[in-house]
């Protein structure tokens, strides 16, 4: 048997916040151990002579608070073990035991282990005094947030937020850069330092970005950022654009997309699609922020079209993206190992195999070239047809040995045009061509899509060129000779750089 811990709040402030039912426990404890003496309360309890054994030395010989939490649990755990059964071991913490107490989530998981009695007793929290001085009923929508570990996603706006464990300058610079991703600078927060304790307290509204220049930081500080319904704070949230879409689709919304379907739109997705590709080829990131913005809208409605039949919502696609990468980046969430790309895409295939074992999949395809979606650019696809065919075996050894399977095809396309072959066939031959053309592509390690973007490009440019050329000699391409326009074709290939 061992002895029990009996886990005790001693408030937010001096003895004045100390409740009568702690007290009457600190008093009758024949040893009190306090995770630290850095708290007003503390002097008080020495003054009325109850002997008081801190865990300070800790933080001294730790590096970090994850450390010094831990070795506290486990000498309460020693000091437990040690102690006889009917002995209570009564450790006192700052506030209440439940509220921004990691020793305490510590001592609940050991203590069951251990089987060892843990009884926990409440105390007023810094919470408390923050609803009373700062003014506000969290009834109306509240968070707490730790400054060690606060994130831009957690942050909701139309909540009241109060940020604890703000302990130095340092976690206040992190937690502005954090705040600063979803409020203006110039927002008002509060800064307050020893709330409801007499002549230490200090209550400071300051503009955001000054939340790191404010002094007194310490064990008792925190932040606190008033609930706002500026509509602009929410138009950064992924929760406010699922609810415009929502609403443009409802009765009350907008007629044109109401009536959308997903066959109406389907067109739409693949010509944002391709204007996000050009602000890439472009590198225009301003126009790409915005492309990507209507990429982003055409995804959102046609998961809203699903949603309002109940099959699945946004969330839903979410989730299931975030279950298939964490999925099938085991060196990354889990204990493989990838050393360069080349293994990280070995991982990747070998979780994708897996996956469809887990789906019931693993038989259903008959073909290894089945999975290349039906409808990719036809140039894109003959690319992924032959890579899956090259798995298994299906391939030349050498490129030399495409340029031969090139000029055999092309022999046969100019035959077919020679002898004036049915339209149909002469369209096949043109595509035994460019399917041949494109395998050149994977021995070179170059996507044969892109290969003949960059020629859509460069052809695109040259020929504007040919057009000002012309135009400055008061001419157009309509009404200029083949050689004009070659040599300003020559021209354009020296002025502008792109052989």
Same mark, same amino acid.
């Given at each position: 048997m061992? $002895?029990?811990? +009996? @886990?005790?709040? #001693?408030?937010?402030?001096?003895?004045? !916040?100390?409740?009568?039912?702690?007290?009457?426990r600190l008093q009758k404890a024949s040893t009190i151990y306090v995770r630290t003496l850095d708290h007003p309360v503390c002097k008080d309890l020495e003054n009325l002579h109850l002997s008081l054994t801190s865990f300070d030395n800790i933080y001294e010989a730790k590096d970090s608070f994850p450390e010094v939490y831990d070795s506290i649990a486990n000498e309460l755990i020693q000091l437990a073990k040690?102690?006889?059964?009917?002995?209570?071991?009564?450790?006192?913490?700052?506030?209440?035991?439940?509220? $921004?107490?990691? +020793? @305490?989530?510590? #001592?609940?998981?050991?203590?069951?282990? !251990?089987?060892?009695?843990?009884?926990?007793?409440?105390?007023?929290?810094?919470?408390?005094?923050?609803?009373?001085?700062?003014?506000?009923?969290?009834?109306?929508?509240?968070?707490?947030?730790?400054?060690?570990?606060?994130?831009?996603?957690?942050?909701?706006?139309?909540?009241?937020?109060?940020?604890?464990?703000?302990?130095?300058?340092?976690?206040?610079?992190?937690?502005k850069l954090s705040l600063m991703e979803v409020y203006p600078d110039d927002t008002k927060v509060i800064v307050g330092h020893a709330l409801g304790i007499e002549g230490q307290e200090v209550i400071q509204e300051v503009e955001l970005y000054e939340l790191d220049r404010v002094e007194g930081y310490g064990n008792l500080s925190l932040i606190y950022v008033p609930k706002s319904d500026n509509e602009q704070l929410t138009r950064r949230t992924f929760g406010r654009l699922h609810e415009i879409v929502e609403i443009l689709r409802s009765p009350e919304g907008c007629p044109?997309?109401?009536?959308?379907?997903?066959?109406?739109?389907r067109k739409n997705l693949i010509e944002e699609t391709y204007e996000v590709l050009e602000t890439i080829d472009d590198d225009d990131p301003d126009h790409m922020k915005e492309e990507?913005?209507?990429?982003?809208?055409?995804?959102?409605?046609?998961?809203?079209?699903?949603?309002?039949?109940?099959?699945?919502?946004?969330?839903?696609?979410?989730?299931?993206?975030?279950?298939?990468?964490?999925?099938?980046?085991?060196?990354?969430?889990?204990?493989?190992?990838?050393?360069?790309?080349?293994?990280?895409?070995?991982?990747?295939?070998?979780?994708?195999?897996?996956?469809?074992?887990?789906?019931?999949?693993?038989?259903?395809?008959?073909?290894?070239?089945?999975?290349?979606?039906?409808?990719?650019?036809?140039?894109?696809k003959a690319y992924k047809l032959q890579k899956k065919a090259s798995k298994v075996g299906f391939d030349w050894d050498q490129v030399e040995d495409v340029f031969v399977k090139v000029e055999e095809e092309l022999g046969e396309l100019k035959e077919a045009i020679k002898l004036n072959y049915a339209a149909e066939e002469q369209m096949l031959e043109l595509g035994d061509v460019l399917f041949a053309t494109a395998n050149i592509s994977r021995f070179i390690g170059v996507d044969p899509e892109e290969a003949l973007a960059a020629t859509n490009r460069k052809f695109t440019r040259r020929f504007k060129y040919i057009e000002a050329r012309l135009a400055e000699q008061g001419k157009t391409v309509e009404d200029s000779t083949l050689e004009e326009m070659e040599a300003c074709w020559q021209e354009?290939?020296?002025?502008?750089?792109?052989?």
């Open positions: 061992s $002895a029990a811990i +009996t @886990v005790v709040g #001693l408030g937010s402030g001096g003895e004045d !916040q100390l409740t009568l039912g702690i007290l009457k040690q102690g006889a059964a009917g002995e209570e071991i009564v450790y006192a913490v700052p506030g209440h035991p439940m509220v $921004a107490e990691a +020793t @305490v989530g510590l #001592l609940k998981e050991r203590c069951l282990e !251990q089987g060892i009695d843990l009884t926990i007793l409440g105390g007023e929290s810094f919470l408390d005094e923050a609803f009373i001085r700062l003014g506000f009923d969290p009834i109306e929508g509240f968070q707490l947030l730790d400054a060690g570990m606060i994130d831009s996603s957690m942050l909701q706006p139309k909540l009241h937020t109060l940020i604890g464990q703000v302990y130095d300058v340092f976690t206040a610079s992190d937690v044109w997309d109401r009536e959308q379907t997903h066959a109406s739109i990507l913005g209507d990429l982003l809208l055409q995804i959102m409605l046609h998961a809203q079209m699903e949603e309002e039949l109940g099959t699945f919502d946004v969330y839903d696609v979410i989730q299931g993206l975030n279950d298939k990468l964490i999925f099938r980046h085991p060196h990354v969430f889990g204990d493989n190992k990838a050393e360069d790309a080349g293994e990280a895409l070995a991982n990747w295939e070998a979780m994708k195999a897996e996956e469809k074992k887990l789906k019931g999949q693993a038989n259903e395809g008959t073909s290894i070239l089945d999975g290349v979606p039906r409808d990719l650019p036809a140039l894109m354009a290939k020296q002025a502008l750089k792109d052989y």
